[in-house]
């Protein structure tokens, strides 16, 4: 898999000319950020829950993120439903086991929902990969105890099981699919103090996967984008505070020049 800058931007200039819709049944902590994301890229987010209405809004979006970071049991529900409607209308699913590993109510959902409705694509930390696949992986609350690089064989291992692409999230970003395996070197090493980012780099799946079915390298263009733009924004941000709002402008303000220029992969 190559993949070039102006690809990548020609992804970007897809988002922002046809604005995507994005359903994501996603967690309290991280809406406002990953709205704000959305919305800087050039995306449509919908924050949709609700089960009376989860299917419906399912049904017309360009993708749908499923992340479990708060989970209770009607918000499982609400992610079967929509997951089902999106998998039988081929619509991409993306999700973030968020803390899988720490508790088993988490692994188990986590687990479920992929033999349910297999993903198009999973973003996670190296620790939420393993625990996808193996027993007794443990995770520190939603934060990595194993770098991305431990995960690698697991990547492979449920990229090959669920055909999917598998996004292993880190000081280096890995994205497996059973053609190849790209690396990501971009990203600022501040961007683990905001809480949601990794969240936010899950969203940004859910837009590139709606304007390019290559979820590989949507899941790259995604990634290549999130590194790139929380570069851009810790140049001015003495602290973490900061780099969040400094990060929603540099998605807006993204070029091809930017992606060129800084492009580590």
């Not at 109510?105 to 999973?122: D, G, K, M, V, W």
């Not at 291992?157 to 990501?184: E, F, H, P, W």
């Not at 263009?221 to 790139?228: E, P, R």
């Not at 400094?246 to 800084?262: F, M, P, Q, V």
Request: charged share 20%; net charge neutral; aromatic share 4%.
């Amino acid at each position: 898999m190559t993949i070039h800058p102006s690809s990548i931007f020609q992804d970007v200039e897809k988002i922002r000319k046809n604005a995507p819709l994005v359903h994501n049944i996603t967690n309290y902590v991280v809406m406002n950020t990953t709205a704000n994301a959305l919305l800087a890229i050039g995306a449509s987010p919908v924050m949709a829950h609700a089960l009376p209405e989860v299917e419906d809004m399912a049904a017309i979006a360009g993708a749908l993120v499923i992340n479990i970071g708060t989970l209770s049991d009607a918000w499982i529900e609400a992610m079967f439903k929509a997951a089902k409607i999106a998998k039988s209308r081929q619509i991409p699913i993306v999700l973030d086991p968020v803390g899988a590993g720490a508790t088993p109510y988490r692994t188990r959902t986590a687990r479920e929902l992929i033999r349910a409705a297999a993903p198009s694509i999973i973003r996670g930390n190296g620790s939420e990969i393993m625990a996808l696949c193996e027993e007794g992986r443990t995770t520190k609350g939603v934060d990595s105890t194993s770098a991305s690089d431990q995960a690698i064989d697991a990547a492979k291992a449920l990229s090959r099981d669920l055909d999917c692409v598998v996004c292993v999230t880190g000081a280096i970003d890995y994205i497996v699919s059973q053609k190849a395996m790209v690396q990501i070197k971009n990203g600022h090493a501040m961007m683990p103090r905001v809480t949601g980012l990794g969240c936010t780099a899950t969203a940004l799946c859910g837009a590139f996967a709606a304007v390019n079915p290559a979820y590989d390298k949507a899941a790259a263009h995604a990634m290549a984008v999130m590194g790139i733009a929380g570069e851009m924004a810790a140049e001015h941000a003495p602290g973490p505070g900061t780099l969040q709002v400094n990060l929603i402008d540099s998605l807006y303000r993204l070029t091809e020049a930017d992606i060129t220029e800084r492009l580590k992969m």
